[in-house]
């Protein structure tokens, strides 16, 4: 048999100016020992030990900006809650239509993985919550890492 449990978990996070603050917000998962980002949680043990030592947990607030369009990817974040919107632009920016959403089971910033530096949308906070963040240089760097190991 399987059940659902809720809980509230408290998280110390840094916030947009390098504060660190401790919020609670309820989860909804089988177990509290789950891994809530779940592309994390998929990796091998050695991979997630190697890019754990670079992530950061970060709060995530409704329409703050995770990645604007056509500009460098800086950071890529794994939401442990929340959702974000990826948003196509049209020819002007009253032209814009929600495209994907990226939750727990994601990532940002998936164009570094395939070796670009930017995407053509903009990636925005629709739910707040919290985030596991890792700079986009670091990421690569781990990337090639792996790649040579293998």
Request: hydrophobic share 40%; net charge neutral; glycine share 6%.
């Amino acid at each position: 048999m399987h059940c659902n449990v809720m809980w509230v978990r408290k998280r110390t996070v840094t916030n947009l100016e390098h504060k660190p603050r401790t919020i609670e917000y309820n989860s909804a998962w089988s177990s509290e020992s789950f891994t809530i980002a779940l592309l994390l949680g998929m990796l091998e043990a050695d991979d997630r030990e190697l890019l754990q030592a670079h992530l950061s947990a970060v709060e995530l607030k409704p329409h703050q900006s995770l990645q604007p369009a056509n500009r460098k990817i800086r950071a890529i974040y794994f939401p442990e809650s929340g959702l974000a919107s990826v948003v196509a632009i049209g020819t002007s920016r009253e032209r814009q239509t929600e495209v994907s959403i990226i939750g727990r089971e994601g990532m940002t910033g998936s164009a570094v993985v395939m070796g670009l530096d930017r995407i053509p949308h903009d990636i925005m906070v629709q739910v707040g919550g919290i985030a596991q963040c890792i700079s986009a240089s670091d990421l690569s760097d781990c990337l090639l890492r792996v790649r040579r190991s293998d």
